[in-house]
């Protein structure tokens, strides 16, 4: 018989975490709920067959983020229209995009039909449910508002793509700027270079000292080459070292903080994300522990991550959520005072949704200002070394010009 991993939260709030015997998923969650404990997370033990019992079935096509969300905003308009659950995914099936749509809702319908409930349709379905968008759907579940619930997750979802194309827009400029200096670059050093260099030699003349340090730039591009894509297999290689390694990411993440403008942005950013994600589920009905755990999971900086663990583990026993986040030192003193005051006037998610708002706009703030430095002194230095490039391509031109009249 398959085994479970679970982790599920006792009648006192505690967190269990074991391994259970049963023939489905569904079944080990009911066993569960008649040992007197509300399911967390629920998956089979296993790699291969874990991954497949998450993904549904092995041609299950993984979907975008984009996709999540538009699923999500338009499954929450019609459940807050009062269309039957059925009657709602096979709209949704009709109206599909893309293939990928089409086949998530057509087996998140058949395992409805099937006798599962929304939140075990959808989290046996695709990994792209997380453990946090089920937790939000269960809620509206158990409180009889699926429609709220999606549409509180589909804010957060459409909130945090709007920061993401947001931060990828302010970057584009730049990389545009690099791109067009490293081809200008190019042409400079391996094709005009190379057609003026030729006439010195010939004539027995020396090469003007610029047009001799391109040349020699133009002889060592293998050694160049090679350096660079040694500097990047090298940046991939450590970052999947680190990635298996928790201690080397944890002291890399926390030297990240660190840095002058981007530990700022970084700390800005995973500080929206955690307090959008559980103000979001605590608005919609989910416990508060509960919807650390999830929060918790959604801060990209694992040494950032790894504090607020220790907040949770605070809660838990018993200890308040404003005063475990003031324990984090990489926290602004604002947002555990915030908490606390949401917490004395019993709005924790309203407040943690304005912190999370608040944070937000700062961080885009900053980018924008970060971005209006960069760009001016990117065009400066790339226009700076370009035109040294074509300078001394000009002047060994002159220098023809002089011996030919010689």
Not at 5 to 26: C, K, P
Not at 138 to 157: P, S, T
Not at 330 to 359: I, K, Y
Request: aromatic share 6%; glycine share 8%.
């Amino acid at each position: 018989m398959p085994q479970f991993h679970y982790r599920a939260y006792s009648a006192q709030g505690e967190l269990d975490e074991g391994e259970i015997e049963a023939r489905s998923r569904e079944e080990a969650e009911d066993m569960l709920w008649a040992r007197g404990l509300t399911p967390f997370e629920t998956r089979p033990t296993g790699g291969a067959k874990g991954s497949a019992a998450k993904n549904g079935s092995g041609g299950q096509k993984r979907l975008k983020p984009a996709d999540v969300t538009a699923f999500t905003r338009d499954f929450a308009t019609l459940e807050e229209a009062d269309v039957p659950l059925d009657r709602a995914l096979r709209i949704l099936v009709e109206q599909a995009p893309s293939p990928a749509r089409r086949q998530l809702t057509e087996e998140v319908l058949r395992r409805l039909l099937d006798g599962s409930t929304l939140s075990d349709a959808l989290a046996a379905t695709s990994s792209a449910f997380g453990d946090g968008y089920i937790s939000v759907v269960r809620a509206g579940e158990a409180m009889g508002n699926i429609g709220a619930a999606l549409a509180q997750m589909a804010d957060m979802l459409e909130r945090r793509q709007e920061l993401r194309a947001r931060i990828q827009s302010a970057l584009i400029y730049p990389v545009v700027l690099i791109v067009l200096a490293l081809v200008s670059t190019g042409i400079v050093i391996g094709v005009l270079a190379p057609a003026v260099a030729p006439i010195f030699s010939e004539s027995g003349k020396p090469m003007p000292s610029g047009l001799q340090f391109i040349m020699n730039l133009e002889d060592q591009w293998p050694f160049i080459l090679g350096f660079l894509v040694f500097a990047v297999g090298f940046f991939f290689w450590f970052r999947s070292y680190a990635a298996a390694r928790p201690p080397v990411k944890l002291a890399v993440d926390r030297r990240m903080l660190d840095l002058p403008v981007i530990g700022s942005l970084k700390a800005q950013y995973d500080i929206a994300q955690f307090a959008r994600t559980l103000g979001a589920m605590l608005k919609a009905g989910v416990p508060l522990l509960q919807g650390l755990e999830s929060a918790v999971q959604s801060v990209g900086n694992f040494f950032l991550r790894e504090q607020l663990a220790a907040v949770v583990d605070s809660v838990r026993n018993g200890g308040s959520l404003s005063r475990g986040l003031a324990e984090i030192k990489q926290l602004p003193t604002v947002v555990p005072q915030l908490v606390a005051v949401g917490e004395e006037a019993g709005q924790l998610a309203p407040m943690l949704l304005r912190v999370a708002g608040s944070f937000e706009r700062s961080t885009e703030r900053s980018i924008e200002r970060a971005m209006s430095l960069l760009t001016p002194l990117l065009t400066v230095m790339i226009a700076g070394l370009v035109g040294a490039l074509v300078l001394t391509v000009m002047n060994a031109v002159l220098g023809i010009n002089e011996l030919a009249t010689q």
